[in-house]
C-alpha cells in the first residue's frame, strides 16, 4: 500500500503499524541537536581508538578506518525531544562486525561500552545493545557522506528496525563526532545520564529521565 505524503497523515500511519512510540511526533525534517559546538575534521590527525576490556588495543587513523568492512542498514530514529524520523538509510561499521572478523578481540569480562566524542562528551550502551544489527558506527546517510552538523566523520548509530523486537534507545545513545570506544565491566554513566536522563532510555517505555 502506497504510503501518505503529508505529515500528519504519515504519523497516523506509522501509529497504526505500531512503529510510533508513545509521546513522539513524525517529522520529515531532520533536527539538529547537540552539545557544544561543531569540532573540526582533519582527516590528516583524526583517529579512532579501541581500549578497556580487549585483548589488544586498536587505534586507526582516518585512511585506515575508511577501509573497515562496511554495514547498510534502514531505520526508524527517535529523539528523546519527541521527534521521529523514519525509514532513515544509514552505512558504517558493525561492531559485531568486526569482533567476528578478529579484528576486535574482547576480553570475557567486557560488558558495557563508553563513547567518547570529540569535546569529550560520552555516552554508555550495555555491550549486549552495541552488538545488535541496529548499533553502527555510521559515516553514511541517505547515501552521503555525514555533515558535520550530524556527526562527520563518525558518529556512534542506534535506531529501530522495523518489524523487530531488539531493544531500541533514543537517539542519544549515539555520540556525535566519535572518536573512541571503551568496553568496560561495569556501566559507567555518560554525559546526558549524569545529568539525570534516563540511563537506559528505552524508547517504547518512554525512559526518558529517572
Not at 544509514?90 to 568486526?98: D, E, N, R
Amino acid at each position: 500500500m502506497e504510503q501518505p505524503t503529508d505529515r500528519q497523515s504519515l504519523e497516523n500511519q506509522m501509529e497504526r503499524d505500531g512503529r510510533l512510540p508513545p509521546g513522539q511526533s513524525l517529522t520529515k525534517k531532520f533536527p539538529v541537536l547537540h552539545y557544544g559546538s561543531i569540532p573540526p575534521f582533519d582527516p590528516q590527525t583524526w583517529s579512532f581508538r579501541i581500549w578497556g576490556e580487549v585483548e589488544e588495543e586498536i587505534s586507526w587513523n582516518w585512511e585506515e578506518f575508511s577501509q573497515l568492512p562496511q554495514t547498510e542498514i534502514q531505520l526508524d530514529i527517535h529523539c528523546v525531544t519527541k521527534w521521529s524520523k523514519f525509514d532513515t538509510i544509514w552505512k558504517g561499521v558493525s561492531i559485531h562486525s568486526l569482533i567476528e572478523l578478529g579484528l576486535i578481540q574482547l576480553k570475557p569480562e567486557a560488558a558495557y561500552v563508553l563513547q567518547y566524542a570529540d569535546g569529550g562528551y560520552t555516552t554508555n550502551l550495555p555491550l549486549k545493545l552495541i552488538l545488535q544489527e541496529n548499533f553502527l558506527l555510521a559515516t553514511y546517510f541517505d547515501e552521503k557522506p555525514l555533515t558535520p552538523e550530524h556527526g562527520a566523520p563518525v558518529r556512534g548509530m542506534v535506531g529501530h528496525i522495523p518489524g523487530s523486537e531488539i531493544k531500541t534507545t533514543y537517539f542519544w545513545k549515539g555520540a556525535k563526532w566519535l572518536t573512541g570506544l571503551e568496553f568496560l565491566t561495569e556501566d559507567q554513566l555518560g554525559f546526558w545520564e549524569k545529568a539525570g536522563y534516563h540511563n537506559e532510555a528505552d524508547i517504547w517505555k518512554e525512559q526518558r529521565s529517572r
